[in-house]
Each structure stands twice: as structure tokens, then as C-alpha cells.
């Protein structure tokens, strides 16, 4: 009873700390870019996407704590967990399939130099982040209210 509970309040505590921060940081990436093309340098867009590489690392730690709380609570096959599951693994896909590579990428570009005179509209790769930003938020919500209401 007592490791559920420890269990618990660390899902719910990693999920906030880290679901927040990587909202956040995804979502700003329009932002350091155009700091980048306004002559603010580099170093916005490239914490922005070490810290989105490094808080989808630790969704993992998320997923995993959620894991191993339903295991304790006997692993039921309640609709809204196998949906939380499965769209847990979708956020996944998400960020190491689009997000990631699509910041690696930018940053490499601003490294190089090549997008000095651009408007953000013109880069490649922006505009897929931020739709891929925005979908990750709204899955996020949906599995928030699966948890919260957890339907039969």
C-alpha cells in the first residue's frame, strides 16, 4: 500500500514537472527562432531543443512509473488505461519521430548559417514542429482527463 502511494506521488509529480516543461519548450520553438533571425544568436533555439530532447527522455521515466502503478493495482484492462497507454506511445512517437529530429535539424541549420536572411515561414521543419507541438499538448490533455475521470 505504502509503494502505491510512493508510486502515485511520483507519477503525478514527474508527469507535472515534466509535462509542463516540455509543453512549454515545444511550444516556444517559433519564438527562439525568430530571436535567431532578429540577431539574438543561437543559444535560445538550442536550449530549447536540448531541453526538449532531454524532458522526452523522461516521459519514458513517466510512462514507466505509470506502468509499474497499474501493475501494482493488478494491471486491469480498463478501457481508459489502454487508451492512456497507447496514447502515451503515441506522444512518444511523436517527439522522437517529428519534434526531435525536426529541432536537430534547425539547430544544425542555424549552426551552418543558412537561414540568416529567412523568414521563420520559409524554414523547413518549423511549421511540422509546431503542428507536431500542438498535437502532443492536446494528447497530453485527453490522457489528463482520462486519469481524472477514468471512464468505464
Request: net charge neutral; no cysteine; proline share 3%.
Amino acid at each position: 500500500m505504502i509503494v502505491e502511494k510512493i508510486v502515485l506521488i511520483l507519477h503525478i509529480f514527474f508527469a507535472i514537472i515534466v509535462m509542463g516543461a516540455l509543453a512549454l519548450s515545444t511550444s516556444l520553438l517559433n519564438r527562439a527562432l525568430r530571436m535567431y533571425l532578429d540577431g539574438d544568436g543561437s543559444s535560445a533555439l538550442k536550449l530549447l531543443a536540448r531541453n526538449v530532447r532531454v524532458y522526452s527522455a523522461m516521459v519514458v521515466v513517466v510512462i514507466t512509473l505509470g506502468l509499474v502503478l497499474w501493475s501494482l493495482n493488478g494491471a486491469p484492462f480498463d478501457a481508459w488505461v489502454l487508451i492512456s497507454i497507447a496514447v502515451m506511445i503515441g506522444v512518444v512517437a511523436i517527439l522522437f519521430g517529428i519534434i526531435i529530429p525536426n529541432h536537430d535539424r534547425l539547430v544544425a541549420a542555424v549552426d551552418s548559417g543558412d537561414y540568416d536572411a529567412m523568414s521563420i515561414a520559409e524554414i523547413p521543419g518549423v511549421s511540422a514542429a509546431g503542428r507536431a507541438s500542438v498535437v502532443v499538448n492536446l494528447l497530453w490533455l485527453g490522457v489528463l482527463v482520462l486519469m481524472v475521470v477514468k471512464p468505464a
